[in-house]
């Protein structure tokens, strides 16, 4: 439960507790930040936390659009919130 | 080539939609009963909602709940959706393994709910969360130690999520409900005919003693620059301006009926929110297909489990002649519909929300649609063509919900995919091969 993940967030090397949502380490790597951009360009956060509102969303592995908030991390994932 | 043409469709004697309470219940009390059964959930771990996994690892009564449906032989697919059903009782589901075709004999839909999240100014800004949003993305690893947070909102679930966000370590600036203290106060006098629940009232209260409480305050606003710094509140005349990092807000939940409805299941109010209809023995109205839990009318966990009881044991007294489902299970039932009906009386969808929206105020968050091109639209079909409210990620889920209360504009049908689902997934909902099953029925 305590073992480390690696991944990458934006490029940058981030290591958080196994379990941790894609989601919660985009936040963790940096705070404030947001998933995405919404179409009339504001950064927005994760709303509702279950896979409903989409607003987690982010790149996963060069796929477009991935839940954050329903994605558990793993090691070497390469997630964008800039894509 | 379609992906679902490499994958062999699965089939199953019954297959469960949604791994919470009433899923599981419905999964277990048929396989138990001899049927072959398969249960899905988009989440990468079981439970559901109310039994949230915390760092990955479920939830105490999940972790038994997998054990005993390992023993009685359902398999689980988790971080598996329904794409869309098809005719000739076949699902089209995405998950781990890609695109696949499932094939039923019985369905059971326990969709559950979702947070009730309605739109106010600011709500669209960084650090505004669903109540229950925040206290799941927490579960998920979301950092909140020593974060100010302002919980409000209605409804019970605000102080379960109150309680787990002080677990994590938040601050909490405070816990403002709709609901004034008369309300609260005959819920209150309510719970004494239900023992159990006074009980877990009493822990959630203790638990939260210090927190300022503020029965009949509403959110007017979100405020900050780029991002929330404070809330503005209001009760009548009166206001106050609460300063915190974080604002969770909730309106109570309302049932998932989307797939139920693709699947042609009538669906009308109660409580206040649209739900699938079931008869006595969970039955909807298309033949085969039952529904359980949150989704037929919000009746809290204890009432989605024997809902989901009640399901299995009717689906297997059909398939394989098991005995009917116990009497007993429908008068513990019938006391949890009394319940549900108090909290609905207490905590109600607030009225007149138009007059808390103002011009700018983004009612579709997914295209970034404000009240002042909805307002005066005559249905959410022209809304949704004139504006794209509604076409964007969530599918409406969020938006229409908001406007066919608002506006009391009629609902429009659930339309697939019901997940977004990659293109591939979709081509394969033109190949179904039932013919190429790789298990048992």
Do not use: Y
Request: glycine share 12%; net charge positive; charged share 20%.
């Amino acid at each position: 439960m305590t073992a480390a993940i690696r991944l990458r967030i934006d490029g940058r090397a981030v290591q958080v507790r196994s379990g941790t949502s894609v989601a919660a380490a985009v936040e963790l790597a940096v705070p404030g930040r947001g998933a995405h951009v919404s179409p009339g360009g504001m950064r927005r956060q994760p709303l509702c936390g279950m896979g409903v509102c989409g607003e987690c969303r982010v790149s996963i592995d060069g796929r477009a659009h991935r839940l954050g908030c329903q994605t558990p991390c793993a090691d070497g994932m390469e997630v964008r919130t800039d894509a | 080539m379609p992906e679902a043409d490499k994958a062999p469709a699965l089939r199953a004697g019954l297959v469960v939609v949604g791994a919470g309470p009433a899923g599981i219940a419905a999964a277990l009390a048929a396989a138990r009963d001899g049927v072959d059964t398969v249960l899905l959930d988009g989440a990468p771990v079981a439970g559901g909602q109310v039994w949230r996994a915390r760092q990955g690892v479920a939830a105490e009564p999940v972790a038994q709940a997998l054990a005993r449906l390992a023993q009685a032989g359902v398999r689980v697919l988790a971080g598996t959706r329904v794409v869309m059903p098809l005719p000739d009782r076949l699902l089209l589901i995405d998950g781990p393994e890609g695109a696949r075709h499932l094939l039923w004999a019985r369905l059971v839909v326990a969709t559950g709910a979702r947070e009730r999240l309605l739109p106010f100014p600011g709500w669209t800004l960084p650090g505004v969360f669903g109540a229950g949003g925040l206290q799941a993305l927490v579960k998920g690893g979301w950092p909140i130690a020593g974060r100010r947070v302002l919980v409000a909102g209605s409804g019970p679930l605000l102080l379960a999520a109150a309680a787990t966000l002080r677990g994590e370590g938040a601050h909490l600036a405070g816990l403002a409900d709709e609901a004034g203290p008369t309300a609260q106060a005959r819920f209150g006098a309510t719970l004494v005919a239900h023992p159990a629940k006074t009980v877990q009232a009493l822990r959630l209260a203790a638990s939260l003693a210090g927190v300022p409480w503020w029965p009949g305050w509403r959110v007017v606003a979100a405020e900050g620059d780029g991002r929330v710094e404070r809330v503005l509140l209001a009760r009548g005349d009166r206001k106050r301006t609460i300063a915190c990092d974080a604002l969770a807000a909730g309106w109570g939940l309302v049932p998932q009926v989307e797939l139920g409805q693709a699947l042609g299941c009538a669906s009308g109010a109660r409580h206040g929110a649209e739900a699938l209809l079931v008869d006595a023995w969970q039955k909807t109205a298309v033949p085969g297909v039952f529904a359980a839990g949150e989704c037929t009318g919000i009746g809290g966990a204890r009432a989605a489990a024997l809902q989901g009881e009640i399901a299995g044991h009717q689906v297997a007294a059909e398939l394989v002649s098991a005995p009917p489902p116990p009497r007993a299970l429908s008068r513990a039932l019938a006391r949890e519909r009394h319940f549900a009906a108090g909290v609905a009386r207490t905590f109600p969808m607030p009225d007149r929300w138009h007059q808390r929206l103002r011009d700018d105020t983004l009612v579709c968050r997914c295209e970034d649609v404000p009240w002042s091109a909805l307002r005066d639209q005559p249905d959410l079909r022209s809304a949704k063509l004139a504006t794209r409210c509604g076409m964007g990620h969530c599918q409406g889920r969020l938006c229409h919900d908001t406007l066919s209360t608002v506006m009391a504009w009629p609902r429009l049908p659930a339309r697939p995919p019901l997940t977004p689902a990659p293109l591939s997934s979709l081509l394969a909902s033109d190949h179904p091969h039932p013919s190429t099953e790789e298990t048992k029925a």
